[in-house]
């Protein structure tokens, strides 16, 4: 694998996208896939590997990619112009064991080609990532922009708004939601609870407080606690 450049320097010009616009971007890419998030009866998860490989035409591998940098855990990398994701097999482990995080890392993955590079008909030209050739993703502390985005990318991908806002109205007619349900249907949409918990918090559908406390919304959080108060 050859490496151009190391991933010290920010990627400059990375434009702003708005949450609303991110829903549009990944509700279109399923539209075009013909996954119909809207009619169906229960959440269900979106085949993304699929979606990569034959609808993006991106190949998925595994390769040993955590030697090239010591400042954070590399779980997988984008080459743009070899229009490949790979995964880090230093982590097929925890990928194995934890499918969510695999999915998440691949739908992340795919959120930057989406929205980052920036000429996918002329691969050997186009300013890629500031022309780098490999692009790594690593677990940051502090996450640069581009990172957010590929983040928020997949987690609207994979839990798509009509779907997570459906299944979440049912489940509040039904009474006071249990975190055994969000287990359930983080496994419904193969995600793992931490990527449910951020998603629901991002559409303001459920709030949960760091003792692990379920509200219906932030708002309703914050009245409880005023209350308490
Ligand atoms: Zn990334």
């Not at 595994?62 to 030697?67: K, P």
């Not at 994701?85 to 993955?109: Q, S």
């Not at 793992?192 to 760091?210: E, F, P």
Request: charged share 25%; hydrophobic share 40%.
């Amino acid at each position: 694998m050859k490496i151009q450049k190391m991933v010290k320097s920010e990627v400059s010009k990375i434009p702003f996208i708005t949450p609303d616009e991110m829903e549009q971007i990944t509700q279109h890419i399923l539209r075009d896939y013909g996954f119909d998030f809207v009619n169906k009866s229960e959440p269900e998860a979106i085949p993304i590997d699929e979606l990569i490989e034959f609808h993006f035409e991106l190949d998925i591998l595994w390769d040993c990619i955590d030697h090239f940098d010591s400042a954070g855990l590399v779980m997988a990398a984008i080459m743009p112009g070899e229009k490949k994701i790979i995964l880090n097999d230093t982590c097929r482990d925890l990928f194995e064991k934890k499918m969510g995080t695999m999915n998440f890392t691949m739908a992340h993955e795919l959120g930057h080609w989406v929205l980052h590079v920036n000429d996918k008909d002329n691969l050997q030209t186009a300013m890629i990532f500031d022309d780098r050739e490999t692009f790594f993703c690593r677990s940051w502390s502090k996450k640069p922009p581009e990172e957010y985005q590929a983040d928020m990318f997949a987690g609207s991908l994979l839990m798509p708004k009509p779907m997570i806002q459906r299944v979440i109205a049912i489940l509040k007619s039904q009474g006071n939601i249990q975190m055994r349900q969000l287990y359930e249907l983080a496994s419904l949409f193969k995600v793992s609870i931490s990527a449910l918990t951020v998603r629901l918090k991002q559409l303001d559908l459920l709030y949960i407080d760091a003792s692990g406390t379920i509200y219906n919304s932030k708002s309703e959080c914050d009245g409880q606690i005023s209350l308490d108060m």
